[in-house]
């Protein structure tokens, strides 16, 4: 991601967008049905993966968040935010990457 200035001094960021998409119901349905209709190693081996997914999926992520702010302002974040890294992009602005608690 990367912010842009224009010439009325706004500032844009450039990024991507990604669309949601259904990734794991028919993946998760066949797990549970072997886990349902197996015995033995191989009921053992569809719980370890359905477990493995919720233990995955379902955790608490400490998410991290992108700001673009003038250089001199960077120092309110410092005292207020916990900040990952800085980024100077240009002598005016600076991105800097927090983690949103």
Same mark, same amino acid.
């Given at each position: 991601? &990367?912010?842009?200035?224009? %010439? &009325?001094?706004?500032?844009?960021?450039?990024?991507?967008?990604?669309?949601?998409?259904? /990734?794991? =119901?028919?993946?998760? &349905?066949? /797990?549970?049905?072997?886990?349902?209709?197996? =015995?033995? &190693?191989?009921?053992?081996?569809?719980?370890? +993966?359905?477990? =493995?997914?919720?233990?995955?999926?379902?955790?608490?992520?400490?998410?991290?968040? =992108?700001?673009?702010?003038?250089?001199?302002?960077? +120092?309110?974040?410092?005292?207020? %935010?916990?900040?990952?890294?800085?980024?100077?992009?240009?002598?005016?602005?600076?991105?800097?990457?927090?983690?949103?608690?």
């Amino acid at each position: 991601m &990367s912010c842009i200035i224009d %010439k &009325s001094n706004k500032l844009f960021l450039e990024g991507y967008e990604f669309s949601k998409i259904d /990734l794991f =119901t028919e993946f998760v &349905s066949d /797990l549970y049905k072997q886990k349902q209709n197996s =015995t033995g &190693s191989n009921r053992f081996i569809a719980k370890l +993966h359905l477990n =493995t997914l919720y233990g995955y999926f379902g955790r608490k992520l400490d998410l991290l968040v =992108t700001i673009c702010v003038k250089t001199e302002d960077v +120092h309110y974040y410092l005292v207020a %935010k916990v900040v990952f890294n800085i980024y100077l992009i240009y002598d005016e602005w600076s991105t800097i990457v927090i983690y949103s608690l």
